[in-house]
C-alpha cells in the first residue's frame, strides 16, 4: 500500500511539472501572437495555478473542480495573471488565442504521445495522463509553439496589399469624387447617434463638391465659431454637418466634421457595392506621404 501511495505521489508530481511545463509554453506562445510585453514571473504563476488544477482534479479531492465552468473560469484567471488586461474586450481577445494556442498545443501533443506509446495513455477525470516521458511533452510542446507561430504569420502574409486598398466613389452635392481607399480593421468610427459607419476622406479631395469656406475652417467648426463661414453657406450647411468623436495614439478625443453623403461606392475584385447609409468624415492632414490612398474605411462597410 505504502509502495502505491509513493507511485501515485511520483506521478502527481510529473503531471504538475508536465502541466506547468506546457501551461507555460501556451501562455508564452499566446503572449508571442498577441504581441505581449511578457512577464516570465507572470507566466509562471499562472501556469502553476493550471498545473495545480490539474493535480486537484485527477485526484478528485473535490468533485466540483471538474466542471465546465470552474475550467472557463480558471482559463480567464490565467489569462488575467499572464497578461493583466485593463480592458474586457483585450481579455476576451487573449482568452480566443488562449483556447486557439491551446488546442493547437494540445492537439501536437497528444499526436505525438499517442504515436510514440499509445498503450501507455489513459484518461481519468477529463484528462489525458500516462507513463510516456516527460520529453516527448516537451517535444510535443515545442512542435505546437511551431504550428502556432507559422500559422499566424502564414495568414498575416495573405493580407496582401490588393486586399486593403481598393477604389471608392463617393456622391456629394451631385458631384463624383473618385480615390484610393485603405481598409482599416482599427477604423471603428460610427456617428454615435445613428450607428452609421464613417468613411474618412482628405479634406482637400472634397474641394470640388464642398465649399473652401468649410473645408478650410474646420477648426473652427468644431469650436463652434462660424464667423468666417458666409451666412448663406452657413445655413445650407449648419444642419449637414455632423461631429464625429475618435480616438487615436496621437489624439485621445479628437472629433472630426462630417456630412452624409449620397452614397459611397465601393470597387474591388470586380464588383461594386454601393453604400447610401454612411458618413463622410473630413481629415484636415494628408493620410500617407506619398499618395497611396487618401480615404479609410472600416470592416463594416
Known amino acids: 500500500m505504502k509502495g502505491n501511495e509513493n507511485a501515485v505521489t511520483i506521478y502527481v508530481d510529473v503531471v504538475l511539472i508536465e502541466n506547468l511545463i506546457m501551461n507555460y509554453i501556451i501562455l508564452l506562445a499566446t503572449g508571442v501572437v498577441l504581441k505581449q510585453k511578457i512577464s516570465h514571473i507572470r507566466l509562471i504563476i499562472s501556469s502553476l495555478l493550471g498545473a495545480i488544477y490539474t493535480v486537484i482534479s485527477y485526484s478528485q479531492i473535490l468533485k466540483m473542480y471538474s466542471g465546465i465552468t470552474l475550467k472557463i473560469l480558471l482559463s480567464i484567471i490565467m489569462v488575467y495573471i499572464a497578461f493583466n488586461p485593463q480592458k474586457l474586450k483585450i481579455l476576451l481577445k487573449n482568452l480566443l488565442i488562449f483556447y486557439l494556442t491551446s488546442f493547437v498545443f494540445g492537439g501536437a501533443a497528444f499526436a505525438l504521445i499517442y ?36 500559422a499566424f504569420k502564414i495568414v498575416k502574409t495573405k493580407i ?17 469624387i473618385k480615390t484610393t481607399a485603405m481598409l482599416d480593421t482599427g477604423n471603428m468610427l460610427k456617428d454615435p447617434f445613428t450607428n452609421t459607419p464613417v468613411v ?35 445655413e445650407e450647411y449648419i444642419s449637414k454637418l455632423k461631429l464625429i468623436p475618435f480616438s487615436s495614439l496621437g489624439k485621445q478625443n479628437g472629433m472630426l466634421v462630417g456630412i452624409k453623403p449620397e452614397y459611397v461606392k465601393i470597387k474591388q475584385d470586380g464588383k461594386d457595392q454601393i453604400e447610401r447609409n454612411v458618413i463622410i468624415g473630413i481629415y484636415d492632414k494628408s493620410l500617407t506621404k506619398k499618395g497611396e490612398y487618401r480615404a479609410l474605411t472600416g470592416i463594416d462597410l
Open 115 to 150: 504515436i510514440v506509446k499509445p498503450q501507455n495513455i489513459i484518461m481519468k477525470n477529463g484528462l489525458f495522463l500516462g507513463t510516456y516521458p516527460l520529453k516527448n511533452v516537451m517535444l510535443g510542446a515545442i512542435i505546437g509553439f511551431a504550428i502556432i507561430i507559422m
Open 200 to 234: 474618412v476622406v482628405e479634406r482637400t479631395l472634397l474641394y470640388d463638391c464642398i465649399p473652401k469656406q468649410i473645408l478650410n475652417n474646420l477648426e473652427e467648426i468644431l469650436g463652434g465659431d462660424f464667423e468666417k463661414i458666409p451666412e448663406e453657406i452657413k
Open 160 to 176: 496582401t496589399k490588393k486586399d486593403i486598398l481598393c477604389d471608392i466613389e463617393i456622391k456629394i452635392n451631385g458631384k463624383i
